[in-house]
């Protein structure tokens, strides 16, 4: 990891909706290469920054890059340089998983040579050359997962977003989902994930912990426990929401 490389910048980022402030006053910076966990309770507000430095939506006011881009005005740019994968909408489950691959490659202006290079790969990698032919739908869900991981790489993002991308599934298979992403961030890609599990946030590089629409602490894990002396990330966040609870 190069701490020297900020891809994304946050500065004071504002969202409102209406008079609710959903975001309020971030500030933080995810460096190249690093695994950025974004933590919070339901309704934190994870999603609403993440929909922000995905280009899908317009903050308040602050002063956001993303890979270089600016999040008011080149986020075309944005969507072209990242990844994103979401629990619910990463794949089309009625389609093959060859079908979906050509899709996602076809947004992306992949050739067709590269793309099936790329597909022969990807299916050698995942152990499912024998079910390209396959629906999506017929595929357990730790497998799609893994697919829809690599499909949100498949252009070879700088960046890759990952909306609590591992729900659902057993300890095991999301540790092997994990070694997918720290295989992705030793080739350089930077990734910002959001997860309720405490075991994923000891992974990550630094986790970043938000309570009601701001940042109660950044750090390493291994700092965030001496921090608030606690022996895992569980102790961490509970310390946290109970202080939120008590207006501290
Ligand atoms: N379009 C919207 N209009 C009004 N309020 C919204 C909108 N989107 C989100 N909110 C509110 O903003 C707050 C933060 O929501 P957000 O989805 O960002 O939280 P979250 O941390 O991602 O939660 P979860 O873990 O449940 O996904 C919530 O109170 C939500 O109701």
């Known amino acids: 990891m190069n701490q020297q490389t900020p891809v994304i910048t946050v500065k004071d980022m504002v969202k409102k909706f209406g008079s609710f402030t959903a975001n309020d006053h971030l500030n933080f910076e995810v460096y190249k290469g690093e695994i950025f966990g974004f933590l919070g309770a339901n309704g934190a507000g994870k999603t609403t920054a993440m929909r922000i430095l995905s280009g899908l939506s317009a903050p308040t006011s602050g002063e956001i890059t993303v890979g270089g881009f600016d999040v008011y005005k080149q986020t075309e740019q944005i969507k072209r340089n990242i990844g994103y994968m979401s629990q619910k909408f990463s794949l089309y489950e009625d389609m093959t998983i060859a079908e979906n691959i ?11 040579k590269q793309r099936k290079e790329k597909e022969q790969l990807l299916l050698k990698k995942l152990n499912l050359e024998s079910e390209r032919d396959k629906l999506i739908a017929s595929l357990p869900l730790g497998w799609k997962q893994k697919l829809a ?3 949100a790489i498949f252009h070879d993002p700088q960046i890759v977003f990952l909306d ?85």
């Not at 050509?102 to 067709?112: D, Q």
């Open 102 to 112: 050509r899709f996602y490659a076809g947004i992306y202006g992949i050739s067709v």
């Open 164 to 248: 609590e991308p591992t729900g659902g599934v057993d300890p095991i298979t999301r540790r092997q989902f994990w070694d997918f992403i720290y295989e992705a961030a030793a080739e350089g890609k930077t990734i910002f994930v959001t997860t309720h599990y405490m075991d994923e946030a000891e992974y990550c590089d630094r986790v970043s912990i938000m309570v009601d629409g701001r940042i109660a602490a950044l750090d390493t894990p291994e700092n965030l426990k001496k921090q608030f002396q606690s022996e895992d990330m569980d102790g961490v966040f509970l310390k946290l929401a109970r202080a939120a609870k008590n207006g501290e």
């Open 149 to 151: 991981f690599s499909i």
